[in-house]
């Protein structure tokens, strides 16, 4: 089974960078073959897709972030990122790593807290 762990979340003012990671363990051949990426959930609303990177690095952002941040992919150490700049109150959530096999399945990790102080 592919396990993914986020870290990186913190408490940063609202002007600040941030860098999220998520690290997957399994077969590297499978999870090299995934689509990635980074979703988050604000506090009393739907969890919406923040961005996605492919395995053949084709990249994917929410307009509210498209120009702040960042997904990049390392598949030697089966690890995404996610740099956060100029972030914002409006960007305090719950952010969740993703990952796809194909159309067979889907995973999650379990999260981790950003949060942005204005």
């Known amino acids: 089974q592919v396990q993914l762990v986020e870290s990186g979340g913190d408490l940063v003012q609202a002007g600040g960078s941030m860098r999220l990671s998520c690290a997957a363990s399994?077969?590297?051949?499978?999870?090299?073959?995934?689509?990635m990426g980074w979703y988050r959930q604000a506090p009393g609303k739907q969890r919406e897709l923040v961005a996605t990177?492919?395995?053949?690095?084709?990249?994917n952002y929410a307009d509210s972030v498209t120009g702040r941040f960042t997904i990049t992919r390392d598949k030697a150490k089966k690890t995404i990122y996610l740099q956060m700049n100029n972030l914002v109150p409006a960007d305090t959530a719950v952010y969740y790593c993703?990952?796809?096999?194909?159309?067979?399945?889907?995973?999650w990790g379990p999260g981790t807290q950003v949060t942005v102080s204005s």
């Open positions: 990177i492919s395995s053949s690095a084709n990249t």
């Open positions: 993703w990952a796809r096999f194909a159309l067979l399945r889907t995973y």
């Open positions: 399994g077969s590297i051949g499978i999870i090299n073959t995934m689509d």
